[in-house]
């Protein structure tokens, strides 16, 4: 599975667009880039995943460059309670392994 | 309400004891999976289970062990050869190679 790179914290104004990056340079055809969260002390939490097209649903936004290298997570208002570590992962839909493998991953702290 | 339950919440363990971490899930999920998070880290997998009476040895798996002769549940063991075990414990759980995973709210091992 392809490794990410994301920054390890950001802040974001209340009510702003918050814009999370994550780079992953080696990344395969069949590989599918995901995102989730883990607020403090609970389990992660699925936001969303794509391909190659942009995505959104009811939580956010995901944005793939055309090479596929990077992408971005929006969350279009951001609220205090999106504040949370964003975790950045890619890996094959059939992966015969089973692993999903979470880096550092981004504290985003939303500020009032 | 479907979703995974982990027990305890919190856990202390004596030198040389074994300890089991509880995670049932009543969502029909075929594959699941233990992480382990260490403070201000990212999650590192211990094993994974894609079927019943089957598992696999994730990145850190010694020290530990598992068992799955139920779909619903998935019991993981804490041996006394684990040297370091205070950590925070993840149990997850998703549909066959579908990658959307769906997290307990995690276990707090500490060392007495």
């Known amino acids: 599975d392809a490794k990410t790179t994301q920054p390890p914290s950001m802040d974001c104004a209340e009510g702003r667009a918050a814009n999370l990056p994550c780079n992953h340079s080696t990344i395969s055809g069949n590989e599918y880039v995901y995102w989730y969260r883990q607020i403090h002390s609970q389990g992660p939490q699925y936001i969303i995943h794509?391909?190659?097209n942009n995505e959104t649903n009811e939580m956010a936004s995901l944005i793939i460059t055309e090479d596929r290298k990077s992408s971005t997570l929006i969350l279009p208002h951001a609220t205090l309670r999106d504040t949370a570590v964003y975790y950045c992962i890619v890996r094959a839909i059939y992966n015969q392994g089973g692993k999903l493998i979470f880096g550092q991953g981004t504290e985003l702290s939303v500020k009032p | 309400d479907g979703g995974i339950t982990q027990s305890p919440k919190y856990l202390f363990r004596k030198e040389g004891q074994n300890v089991t971490l509880s995670c049932e899930q009543n969502l029909n999920h075929d594959a699941m999976y233990w992480y382990r998070q260490d403070p201000g880290q990212g999650l590192r997998l211990i094993y994974y289970?894609?079927?019943?009476?089957?598992?696999q040895k994730g990145d850190i798996a010694e020290g530990y062990s598992v068992s799955r002769e139920k779909k619903e549940s998935f019991p993981l063991t804490v041996t006394s050869a684990q040297k370091n075990p205070t950590a925070f414990y993840l149990c997850a759980s998703s549909i066959g190679r579908e990658e959307k995973l769906f997290f307990g709210s995690g276990t707090q091992l500490s060392v007495l």
């Open positions: 794509g391909l190659k």
């Open positions: 289970s894609q079927i019943v009476n089957d598992f």
